[in-house]
């Protein structure tokens, strides 16, 4: 029961706190009107973008049968995930955060693609001379965090044989 505890406020953290970022950005700030919006030039910027696909613009061909397609797929490792974690006794509290991390993520960009048909992102990053053309949100960044945090505490709490 416990681990189920912190899978959904990892989960409900990460979905509150990037459907919050892109309702205060592209709507409040008007960057869906304004297109870019330079925060700390090149480090930070907003630029909108909408992604039908998945990362990077992938398989983002607008077609209605794959928002579906990814909207199922979502819900599925979600459910998964939720499975794996909520039912291992081993798993600690940093990979059950991790796991709501990863949840809350998707399940931030799966209110997205049913609310507009496609994601909304707008975080644009570039360093060091190089010029990063995408864009990403919030959702994508606890995605990443939640993935790499399952990946290194995962056999923390194992006992050595």
């Known amino acids: 029961m416990a681990a189920a505890r912190m899978i959904f406020w990892g989960a409900f953290w990460a979905f509150l706190l990037d459907q919050a970022s892109k309702y205060l950005v592209i ?18 910027n907003f630029r909108y973008g909408e992604n039908t696909g998945i990362n990077f613009g992938l398989f983002g061909d607008g077609a209605e049968s794959a928002r579906w397609l990814l909207i199922g797929l979502s819900l599925a490792i979600c459910l998964a995930l939720m499975l794996w974690i909520g039912r291992g006794r081993d798993k600690g509290t940093l990979m059950q955060i991790s796991a709501g991390l ?53 056999g923390r709490l194992k006992k050595p044989a």
């Not at 008007?30 to 030039?41: E, F, M, N």
């Not at 864009?135 to 994508?140: I, P």
């Open 27 to 44: 709507h409040w700030m008007g960057l869906s009107r304004r297109l870019s919006i330079d925060v700390l030039p090149p480090l930070l």
């Open 102 to 154: 990863v949840i809350g993520g998707a399940l931030g960009n799966v209110a997205d693609r049913l609310l507009y048909g496609y994601v909304l992102d707008f975080l644009n990053m570039s360093c060091c001379g190089v010029n990063n053309p995408y864009v990403f949100n919030l959702a994508d960044v606890f995605i990443f965090a939640g993935a790499a945090g399952l990946i290194l505490f995962e």
